[in-house]
């Protein structure tokens, strides 16, 4: 509450960690539950999502963990992952595939859950999938013009775009060594999720456009390659 507001409410878009961990802050709050506990009972347990888990620390423990890296002084290297539980509600999640195919498949669904029961319903999917705050956007470069935006947005939680005529929902993930994205192009039932354990946006970004290009029959395009050229460029300034 001490911090001055840079814009009016809801004028302008600025992501902001520290809001999730007011969120978190809320559910206890409401539910009488931690953060923790009210998203693997309520959430992960009811979707199946039974390898997740709600803590950063985790990311640390022994096991089928994977290792985080980063670039250093030009070198990629293993760096220490990201372990505070006081900001679990923001990026707290650590999943896998087959969980992460679970979740897309609710969220595909409406909120429908694998039985048929709901997870939530479909007026709030509308709510959580609808645009609150428009951001703004300009072309891309050259070599990224395909990926070209109609319409950007945040809604509640998730993030609204275009892409080849087509609305997506979708939303990235970053933390110390790991970054990572979720794609869904619901008017096709595609979900498309990438986890990465190294800090390279171009990475989870140049796969998931290739993915998507593939299931939408689109033209081939080198996403690598584009995003290696555009991220050159940038790094000549």
Not at 53 to 64: C, D, I, K, L
Request: glycine share 8%.
């Amino acid at each position: 509450r001490y911090m001055k507001p840079a814009t009016s409410f809801r004028s302008a878009y600025a992501y902001d960690n520290l809001l999730y961990s007011v969120a978190g802050e809320v559910i206890e709050a409401v539910s009488g539950k931690t953060w923790e506990n009210f998203v693997s009972e309520r959430i992960l347990a009811k979707v199946g999502m039974l390898s997740s888990n709600v803590r950063h620390s985790a990311a640390a423990e022994a096991g089928n963990v994977a290792a985080t890296h980063a670039e250093v002084d030009g070198v990629l290297r293993i760096v220490k992952p990201s372990t505070n539980d006081n900001t679990n509600p923001a990026g707290g999640i650590n999943s896998c595939a087959e969980d992460m195919a679970k979740w897309m498949l609710v969220l595909l669904r409406k909120g429908q859950l694998a039985d048929g029961s709901r997870l939530y319903s479909e007026r709030t999917y509308r709510e959580l999938t609808t645009i609150v705050t428009p951001m703004p956007f300009g072309n891309p470069p050259p070599e990224l013009a395909p990926a070209k935006m109609n319409f950007n947005g945040y809604a509640l939680g998730l993030h609204i775009r275009d892409y080849r005529g087509l609305k997506v929902v979708t939303h990235t993930g970053g933390l110390a060594g790991y970054v990572s994205q979720v794609w869904l192009i619901p008017d096709v039932n595609l979900g498309i999720t990438v986890l990465t354990n190294q800090e390279s946006d171009e990475a989870f970004a140049a796969l998931t456009l290739f993915i998507a290009d593939y299931y939408l029959q689109a033209p081939k395009m080198d996403w690598l390659d584009a995003y290696l050229k555009v991220k050159a460029k940038e790094e000549v300034r």
